[in-house]
Nanobody
Framework: QVQLVESGGGLVQAGGSLRLSCGAS????????MGWFRQAPGKEREFVAA????????YYADFVKDRFTISRDNAKNTVYMQMNSLKPEDTAVYYC?????????????????WGQGTQVTVSS
């Protein structure tokens, strides 16, 4: 498993932007596919975006396509998510996760390491 620490959350107005970062503890970071999930109050955690080990392939939930961009820097052991055109319904705790055994991972059960989460609040 790998230890993950998210940062970059905060309060932003609708239409604004935030960039989330997730730092990983292991030198073998490039052996993990990475993903972002979110959990809004009273709702189940849901998939947001995923990226392959090399960063060459990405996948997004329909509700964030063309607004969010996932990327990674394997030299820095970090995965990012640029969030633009934020909406109040994007308000949630955002979690990054690491998956050791899949290419593009969309299911929670494919991930074996999770960060503590970072709060994103979008005001209307």
């Amino acid at each position: 498993q790998v230890q993950l620490v998210e940062s970059g959350g905060g309060l932003v107005q609708a239409g604004g932007s935030l960039r989330l970062s997730c730092g990983a503890s292991r030198r073998t970071f490039n052996e993990y596919a990475m993903g972002w999930f979110r959990q809004a109050p009273g709702k189940e955690r849901e998939f947001v975006a995923a990226i392959s080990r090399s960063g060459g392939s990405t996948y997004y939930a329909d509700f964030v396509k063309d607004r969010f961009t996932i990327s990674r820097d394997n030299a820095k052991n970090t995965v990012y998510m640029q969030m633009n055109s934020l909406k109040p319904e994007d308000t949630a705790v955002y979690y990054c996760a690491a998956a050791p055994a899949c290419f593009i991972c969309r299911g929670e059960n494919e991930y074996d390491s999770w960060g503590q989460g970072t709060q994103v609040t979008v005001s209307s």
